[in-house]
Structures are given as C-alpha cells and as structure tokens.
C-alpha cells in the first residue's frame, strides 16, 4: 500500500514541475527572468516556513551540524527554476522539461 501512495506522489510531483515550469515562464516574461525566480522562491520560502512551524517534526537548529556541502540543494534549486523560467517561454513546457530528462538517459 505505502509503495503506491509513493508512486502516486512521485506522479504529482512530476506534474508540479511541469505546472511550475509553465507558471513560471510566464511570470518570469513578465517581470524578468531573476525577479520571476526570486517571487517564486519568496512565496515558496514563505510556504515551507508554514509548513515547518505547524506540520515540522524535526529540529530545524541541527542544519549548523550537517555537512556543508549538503546544503547547496538550495543553490541548484536557484539554478533550476532561473533556467526554466528563461527558457520555457522560448522553447515551451515540454521541450524544456524533456531536455531536462534528456540528462537522466544520457
């Protein structure tokens, strides 16, 4: 049972992306390609600072202990949507997400 409430997920993860994707280059013609990426980080910081004060059961002080190295997943994640928020209103939706997924089978 758990093994296709993960699949699940994992299916509406892939569709956020591809929904992100679309939102974003759109908001990102609109306003700049940084601007674009910097409002969609801010409301999802916003978000995920919900989410850990109410639903959170970590220990969010602990981040000062991990490895260095494993907190550049911020930093790819900039990387990512700043690429798609320029490229998507360029080559669209699903030229930008398989190219994405070109890497994968590469």
């Not at 004060?53 to 991990?66: A, E, N, P, R, S």
């Not at 907190?71 to 190219?99: E, R």
């Amino acid at each position: 049972m758990y093994m296709f409430i993960y699949l699940l997920l994992a299916i509406i993860g892939g569709t956020l992306i591809g929904t992100q994707a679309g939102i974003n280059g759109v908001l990102g013609k609109r306003i700049g390609v940084i601007e674009g990426s910097f409002v969609s980080f801010f409301i999802g910081t916003i978000i995920l600072l919900l989410l850990a004060i109410f639903l959170g059961k970590g220990d969010l002080l602990k981040v000062t202990t991990v490895p260095k190295w494993q907190l550049i997943g911020g930093a790819l994640g900039v990387g990512y949507v700043t690429i798609m928020v320029a490229v998507v209103p360029k080559i669209g939706v699903a030229s930008a997400i398989t190219a994405e997924m070109l890497d994968s089978y590469l």
